[in-house]
């Protein structure tokens, strides 16, 4: 059985990096969308555009070292965080943190041509109160990234503050006005607004806690699900823990929540569609 977590973070520094994904396969997971963390948690100052494009760079690198040491099929998604972006445009200014940041896109959009990354991001707007200024930046770079996986007909993964419906209808607005295939604009850490999402032209990504699975799939199957997982060791199990989605996946299809066709469609179907990806099976 594919059991795919579709944002997944490893930290070689604060994390248990590889042993994490060993646990994600010893528990049924197969295959992982290991998301871009911050230039910060790799190592790097993040004041520049040169050091986001080495941290995706290092990122790329431990995503084939998963894919040679573990079990694991691992992708890549990269792009620069919404709050590396705040935090650049505090320290160093609006303009100068736009420029950078959209350097950094580009080169994220690089590496989805040459077939190292899957999909840009997670970019977005930040999960918490910033000034009008940088939250209206923070929606010109989404668009940005949208723009640029348009036109390398790749996957983008948003990051945003917590989503209602409105905010939903909100967001794909943009979806039209970028012209970004609907299918391809997934929103990580997705609350379970199944039939909305597929309304406005978004893909879900939703956590997987029994509560927003079970609420998803009364709605239907298009959608993913993701652990979130932040692999630090200060905060373990942090947003979910590693082994929570081909656990909750066996144990749904057990229980007759999901039929072995809602399992492929989640696991296989839908992550084909969004990210062009053949698994083998």
Same mark, same amino acid.
Request: net charge negative; with cysteine; hydrophobic share 40%.
């Given at each position: 059985m594919i059991i795919w977590d579709d944002h997944f973070h490893v930290d070689p520094y604060h994390g248990l990096f590889l042993e994490a994904v060993k646990e994600f396969h010893r528990a049924g997971g197969t295959?992982?969308?290991v998301v871009y963390k911050t230039a910060h948690d790799y190592g790097f100052p993040g004041l520049k555009a040169e050091d986001f494009i080495k941290a995706m760079d290092f990122h790329v690198e431990l995503?084939?070292?998963?894919n040679r040491e573990t079990p694991v099929k691992a992708y890549a998604v990269i792009g620069v965080h919404p709050a590396e972006f705040d935090y650049l445009a505090r320290e160093k200014?609006?303009?100068?943190?736009?420029?950078?940041?959209?350097k950094a896109l580009e080169y994220a959009q690089k590496l989805?041509?040459?077939?190292?990354a899957i999909g840009i991001g997670e970019i977005g707007r930040p999960h918490y109160e910033v000034p009008p200024? !940088?939250?209206?930046?923070?929606?010109?770079?989404?668009?940005?990234?949208?723009?640029?996986a348009r036109d390398a007909d790749c996957a983008v993964q948003l990051h945003t503050e917590s989503f209602d419906e409105e905010k939903f209808r909100e967001l794909g607005e943009y979806v039209r006005g970028v012209g970004i295939k609907p299918y391809k604009v997934v929103k990580h850490f997705s609350p379970p607004l199944v039939k909305v999402a597929e309304e406005v032209g978004v893909?879900?990504?939703i956590i997987a806690s029994r509560k927003n699975i079970r609420a998803a799939i009364e709605q239907g199957n298009r959608f993913m699900m993701e652990t979130d997982? !932040?692999?630090?060791?200060?905060?373990?199990?942090?947003?979910l823990g590693p082994k929570t989605v081909p656990k909750r996946t066996k144990a749904f299809l057990q229980n007759?929540?999901?039929?072995?066709?809602?399992?492929?469609? !989640?696991?296989?179907?839908n992550p084909r569609k969004v990210y062009g990806v053949e698994m083998e099976e």
């Open positions: 295959h992982l969308v995503v084939e070292r998963i200014g609006l303009e100068y943190a736009k420029n950078e940041v959209m989805c041509l040459e077939g190292k200024e !940088i939250w209206e930046a923070s929606i010109e770079l989404m668009k940005y990234g949208m723009a640029l893909f879900p990504s997982y !932040i692999d630090d060791r200060r905060r373990p199990g942090a947003v007759g929540i999901f039929t072995e066709e809602d399992v492929y469609k !989640i696991h296989v179907e």
